[in-house]
């Protein structure tokens, strides 16, 4: 596994918002492990942080706006783009005003920045989201869609149509991102004419220059216009090259708009908040569509990590079998629901029951149906956990172990004849007093069937003489 990491040091930027056109110091600010990335407005009382999480986002127009509580910041995707295309995993990014400096339009000096700040790895390490199945998300209204299939590194493929004579259809892809800094962090961000026009019109682009983003004239300029545009851009003169571009500025690539429209993407894909593993194929991506899917992987990763069944080894010989289990634990049959143990620390432990028609329980639950009943999955749990408490006694044989509490209780599947039930339980705490807090989890057939919180205590006996 990948280790995490951070910046070695402090790195600061400064320059304007491109709508808010105001003054802005940007610092990047190395960050612990699984910290993430995250804003911290330091403009505002009490420092408030908003971390690049995809529900916070309450709007796309011109770029992915989040905000929580109240406190707003605003077209966060180049920075979170040139993070993860290099390869960072948590830093946060102190603000002095809502907006980070637009610079030229593109990622290019905020990658420039980290490499100065240098990049260290951290001890932890790094959580991925293998894709193993196809995710999609389409947007009826716009006819967008965005779809995510298995990979072996994070590609992206974006796929972009204008509908316009100066632009029309462009296609760019990165196949690996490693190649993030090489390929896409220097495409800058571009507009058409009639949308300049419009958010000049509602007091947007206060920041835009002709060097930081690229316009497309997609339609006659009257001379009123070119005049309007002339005063907003501190121009005295501009003109419309052959390439359709205003004024005089030279593309890096020829499909640099498709390119900017893939640094989106990942800018935009970095607020589902898990490094990805898998193809992301977007065809014509905007702020709406990107955030929208980033917000339903979000759901996907949390209810799989919720989910997710660790990996046993069954074959291997048990570190306990079920004679071991009765000289520890003072339950016999038919009430002795622990097979065997497979793993055992001080902190967790590993149990396995197999669920046999012979069960006693499914004479009366239920004839004809026969399902294991869930309290004593949940006692089966308890068992597998007594066996954790008790190993840290010399003399288990002389101790009883007691509920105390059960919270949270949830039953995910049946299970019946034939399931091997698999059992981990991890404390929560440090066992005290011989009283035991834990969770609990029961997997079957690869599925999360039962879980709890769980607290017990065990209690010596009158020992024999």
């Given at each position: 596994m990948a280790k995490q990491r951070t910046i070695a040091n402090e790195v600061t930027l400064t320059g304007v918002g491109l709508h808010t056109g105001k003054n802005v110091t940007m610092k990047f600010v190395p960050a612990p492990e699984n910290h993430g990335f995250a804003f911290k407005r330091v403009d505002l009382e009490g420092e408030p942080v908003i971390e690049a999480d995809a529900n916070y986002v309450v709007n796309t127009q011109r770029g992915t706006n989040l905000e929580k509580r109240g406190v707003k910041i605003q077209t966060s995707e180049?920075?979170?783009?040139?993070?993860v295309g290099m390869d960072i995993d948590n830093v946060l990014i102190e603000l002095d005003a809502p907006e980070p400096p637009i610079m030229d339009g593109s990622s290019k000096f905020f990658v420039e920045s980290i490499e100065k700040a240098g990049i260290v790895e951290q001890d932890a390490e790094r959580e991925e989201y293998v894709v193993n199945e196809v995710i999609t998300y389409k947007d009826e209204a716009s006819g967008s869609d965005i779809t995510l299939i298995p990979s072996e590194d994070y590609?992206?493929?974006?796929?972009?149509?204008?509908?316009?004579?100066?632009?029309g259809t462009q296609n760019a892809t990165l196949e690996s991102i490693s190649d993030f800094k090489k390929e896409i962090a220097d495409a800058r961000t571009f507009s058409f004419l009639h949308e300049l026009e419009m958010l000049l019109e509602n007091g947007l682009i206060k920041g835009g220059d002709l060097n930081n983003a690229i316009v497309y004239v997609d339609k006659e300029i009257s001379d009123a216009t070119m005049k309007k545009l002339e005063k907003a851009f501190n121009k005295k003169k501009l003109s419309v090259k052959p390439n359709g571009?205003?004024?005089?500025?030279?593309?890096?690539?020829?499909?640099?708009a498709a390119r900017h429209k893939l640094l989106d993407v990942i800018g935009d894909l970095a607020l589902a908040g898990t490094r990805i593993k898998g193809k992301v194929i977007a065809n014509k991506p905007g702020h709406y569509v990107n955030t929208q899917f980033a917000k339903k992987l979000s759901k996907i990763i949390k209810l799989e990590k919720r989910n997710k069944v660790p990996k046993f080894d069954l074959n291997e010989p048990p570190l306990m079998d079920v004679t071991q289990i009765m000289k520890m634990l003072p339950h016999r049959p038919p009430f002795l629901l622990v097979d065997k143990i497979i793993e055992l620390s001080d902190s967790h432990v590993v149990g396995v029951k197999n669920v046999t028609m012979n069960e006693p329980f499914f004479v009366g639950h239920f004839p004809g149906a026969p399902v294991m009943p869930g309290v004593l999955q949940v006692e089966a749990m308890a068992q597998t956990g007594g066996i954790l408490v008790l190993s840290t006694v010399p003399d288990p044989e002389n101790y009883l172990t007691f509920f105390m509490k059960i919270d949270n209780v949830k039953f995910k599947q049946q299970v019946v004849p034939g399931d091997t039930l698999i059992f981990k339980c991890d404390l929560i705490s440090p066992i005290r007093r011989g009283i035991c807090h834990m969770q609990a989890y029961a997997y079957a057939n690869g599925k999360l069937v039962s879980e709890a919180e769980l607290m017990a205590q065990i209690v010596k006996t009158k020992q024999q003489d």
């Amino acid at each position: 596994m990948a280790k995490q990491r951070t910046i070695a040091n402090e790195v600061t930027l400064t320059g304007v918002g491109l709508h808010t056109g105001k003054n802005v110091t940007m610092k990047f600010v190395p960050a612990p492990e699984n910290h993430g990335f995250a804003f911290k407005r330091v403009d505002l009382e009490g420092e408030p942080v908003i971390e690049a999480d995809a529900n916070y986002v309450v709007n796309t127009q011109r770029g992915t706006n989040l905000e929580k509580r109240g406190v707003k910041i605003q077209t966060s995707e180049h920075v979170l783009a040139a993070l993860v295309g290099m390869d960072i995993d948590n830093v946060l990014i102190e603000l002095d005003a809502p907006e980070p400096p637009i610079m030229d339009g593109s990622s290019k000096f905020f990658v420039e920045s980290i490499e100065k700040a240098g990049i260290v790895e951290q001890d932890a390490e790094r959580e991925e989201y293998v894709v193993n199945e196809v995710i999609t998300y389409k947007d009826e209204a716009s006819g967008s869609d965005i779809t995510l299939i298995p990979s072996e590194d994070y590609e992206i493929t974006t796929m972009v149509d204008f509908g316009t004579k100066v632009l029309g259809t462009q296609n760019a892809t990165l196949e690996s991102i490693s190649d993030f800094k090489k390929e896409i962090a220097d495409a800058r961000t571009f507009s058409f004419l009639h949308e300049l026009e419009m958010l000049l019109e509602n007091g947007l682009i206060k920041g835009g220059d002709l060097n930081n983003a690229i316009v497309y004239v997609d339609k006659e300029i009257s001379d009123a216009t070119m005049k309007k545009l002339e005063k907003a851009f501190n121009k005295k003169k501009l003109s419309v090259k052959p390439n359709g571009i205003l004024d005089n500025l030279t593309l890096h690539q020829p499909n640099e708009a498709a390119r900017h429209k893939l640094l989106d993407v990942i800018g935009d894909l970095a607020l589902a908040g898990t490094r990805i593993k898998g193809k992301v194929i977007a065809n014509k991506p905007g702020h709406y569509v990107n955030t929208q899917f980033a917000k339903k992987l979000s759901k996907i990763i949390k209810l799989e990590k919720r989910n997710k069944v660790p990996k046993f080894d069954l074959n291997e010989p048990p570190l306990m079998d079920v004679t071991q289990i009765m000289k520890m634990l003072p339950h016999r049959p038919p009430f002795l629901l622990v097979d065997k143990i497979i793993e055992l620390s001080d902190s967790h432990v590993v149990g396995v029951k197999n669920v046999t028609m012979n069960e006693p329980f499914f004479v009366g639950h239920f004839p004809g149906a026969p399902v294991m009943p869930g309290v004593l999955q949940v006692e089966a749990m308890a068992q597998t956990g007594g066996i954790l408490v008790l190993s840290t006694v010399p003399d288990p044989e002389n101790y009883l172990t007691f509920f105390m509490k059960i919270d949270n209780v949830k039953f995910k599947q049946q299970v019946v004849p034939g399931d091997t039930l698999i059992f981990k339980c991890d404390l929560i705490s440090p066992i005290r007093r011989g009283i035991c807090h834990m969770q609990a989890y029961a997997y079957a057939n690869g599925k999360l069937v039962s879980e709890a919180e769980l607290m017990a205590q065990i209690v010596k006996t009158k020992q024999q003489d």
